[in-house]
Nanobody, 116 residues
Framework: QVQLVESGGGLVQAGGSLRLSCAAS????????MGWYRQAPGKQRELVAT???????DYADSVRGRFTISRDNAKNTVYLQMNSLKPEDTAVYYC??????????WGQGTLVTVSS
């Protein structure tokens, strides 16, 4: 079974920065698109950013210019650099990966809390 483990969440003041990491482990041939999603209290889960195996990225309008998604294929890891954080960014952040010959994999989430 493929497992995704997120790390880097925590409490930060508005205007601060955090860097989230998500490492995939298990039997992995290759990883296709990876992404980050988030779910705020009382709201539906939403897409934050994605990155393809070739490095093409896409961002939600609400985070574009503040967040940067990247990946290290040698480490099977995806990152989310979050700058200029706002209280509205408070949510549980989940990583996602499309694993070749396996299917879709999800992490269990890491909590990001931004205080005003």
């Amino acid at each position: 079974q493929v497992q995704l483990v997120e790390s880097g969440g925590g409490l930060v003041q508005a205007g601060g920065s955090l860097r989230l990491s998500c490492a995939a482990s298990g039997i992995i041939f290759s990883i296709n698109t990876m992404g980050w999603y988030r779910q705020a209290p009382g709201k539906q889960r939403e897409l934050v950013a994605t990155i393809t195996s070739g490095g093409s990225t896409d961002y939600a309008d609400s985070v574009r210019g503040r967040f940067t998604i990247s990946r290290d294929n040698a480490k099977n890891t995806v990152y989310l650099q979050m700058n200029s954080l706002k209280p509205e960014d408070t949510a549980v952040y989940y990583c996602n990966a499309g694993i070749s010959l396996y299917g879709d994999a999800w992490g269990q989430g890491t909590l990001v809390t931004v205080s005003s």
